[in-house]
């Protein structure tokens, strides 16, 4: 079965780095895999995607370049590394596939709802 598990989170004083990790297992491949997060209170928004097909990475707008991620294929991870985090950053992050290239990453960063297989989820909180 199709397995996405996050790891890495927890907490980190504003300003601070964290790096997040999702391991992908019982898939042969994927077209696009993405961060999203959830605050309470809050709708889940897209974080990330990145494209398989063309290496090519999204990210929010509102991110200001704070985040970057990056792919290992061989160990079937994909990170998410995190700096100059700030209070507004906490939520939970979750990992997620699409498996059926009905989309790209352009409208998968905004309509979640078009991923195919998600994580558990991993908490950060960003306080002093």
């Known amino acids: 079965q199709v397995q996405l598990v996050e790891s890495g989170g927890g907490l980190v004083q504003p300003g601070g780095s964290l790096t997040l990790s999702c391991v992908v297992s019982?898939?042969?491949?994927?077209?696009?895999i993405g961060w999203f997060r959830q605050a309470p209170g809050n709708e889940r928004e897209g974080v990330s995607c990145?494209?398989?097909?063309?290496?090519?990475?999204l990210y929010s707008d509102s991110l200001n370049g704070r985040f970057s991620v990056a792919r290992d294929s061989a160990k079937g991870t994909i990170y998410l590394q995190m700096a100059d985090l700030k209070p507004e950053d906490t939520a939970v992050y979750y990992c997620?596939?699409?498996?059926?290239?009905?989309?790209?990453?352009?409208?998968?960063?905004?309509?979640?709802?078009?991923?195919?297989?998600w994580g558990k989820g991993t908490l950060v909180t960003v306080s002093s």
């Open positions: 019982g898939l042969l491949d994927y077209y696009s």
């Open positions: 997620a596939v699409e498996v059926q290239g009905d989309y790209d990453c352009v409208p998968l960063l905004r309509s979640p709802a078009g991923m195919d297989h």
């Open positions: 990145l494209s398989v097909r063309d290496g090519r990475s």
